[in-house]
């Protein structure tokens, strides 16, 4: 897909890995709809794709709820009347062991509530974003790109039953629309990135950060834009689909 004058949804846009892909786009020439969280400080984002010259507009939504999720589609393919590209990136975490013991005795475990935050926004989301997008895909007939993103810990790490179970699901559910959508001309694919340095890190005491690095072949962490990287790639090459990109350093869980 040459992605001058497309346009590209982002999910969770505002910061991180999200607002690098979606200035990635930008730079590429694609205009962005940038979806994040009413509440979050989509300015900056904004601002850095409309520095590249590129149309760019926010829209406030909880990507796990389904009206609204169908209400920011509508409104994204009426403001820039085309959808050719969708990025699931939006997720959260909320880490914790199945059972924590001790002596015997269970001292914590992970809660409903912890498990089904993270499967509603990661798993849910996914699913409700990338169904929305690709009906008006193929209504719009341009035919567009979907890419899920996943994680290294979907082969399963400590304290990430949720996180894990949802990001095994999103690589899935690529592969699958990936064979579904193929006769519309809708591509899918997913990235899998491993630890990455965004602003959730900053605020981790060194020697964490050290022993995050350390198993890494590579050794050192992901950057942003070579996740953003990865994503334009999937988009650009006509001949990619139903695969997912481990982009991890090397490291293996």
């Given at each position: 897909m040459d992605l001058k004058g497309k346009t590209v949804a982002v999910t969770g846009a505002a910061r991180g890995i999200g607002r690098s892909m979606a200035e990635g786009f930008a730079a590429a020439g694609a205009n962005l709809a940038l979806i994040d969280v009413p509440e979050s400080d989509m300015s900056a984002?904004?601002?850095?794709?409309?520095?590249?010259?590129?149309?760019?507009?926010?829209?406030?939504?909880?990507?796990?709820?389904?009206?609204?999720?169908?209400?920011?589609?509508?409104?994204?393919?009426?403001?820039?009347?085309?959808?050719?590209?969708?990025v699931n990136n939006a997720g959260i975490i909320r880490d914790a062991l199945l059972v924590r013991a001790k002596d015997g005795e269970i001292t914590g475990k992970m809660s409903l509530a912890q498990w089904q935050a993270v499967i509603d926004v990661n798993l849910t989301g996914v699913f409700l974003c990338g169904r929305e997008a690709a009906e008006r895909m193929i209504r719009l007939g341009n035919g567009g790109v979907i890419v899920n993103i996943s994680s290294i810990s979907r082969h399963g790490n400590v304290g990430q039953s949720n996180y894990a179970a949802a990001k095994a699901g999103v690589a899935a559910l690529a592969v699958v629309w990936a064979r579904e959508l193929a006769r519309y001309r809708i591509r899918v694919g997913a990235i899998a990135p491993g630890f990455t340095h965004t602003s959730i890190l900053d605020a981790m005491k060194p020697e964490i950060l050290e022993k995050m690095i350390a198993p890494v072949p590579i050794g050192r962490l992901g950057q942003p834009e070579e996740i953003a990287h990865a994503a334009r790639f999937i988009f650009e090459n006509e001949f990619f689909t139903g695969r997912v990109i481990d982009l991890d350093g090397g490291l293996r869980l």
């Open positions: 984002a904004l601002a850095a794709c409309s520095a590249h010259g590129a149309s760019a507009r926010g829209y406030g939504a909880n990507v796990a709820d389904e009206a609204q999720v169908g209400a920011t589609f509508d409104a994204i393919t009426r403001d820039f009347g085309r959808l050719d590209g969708l």
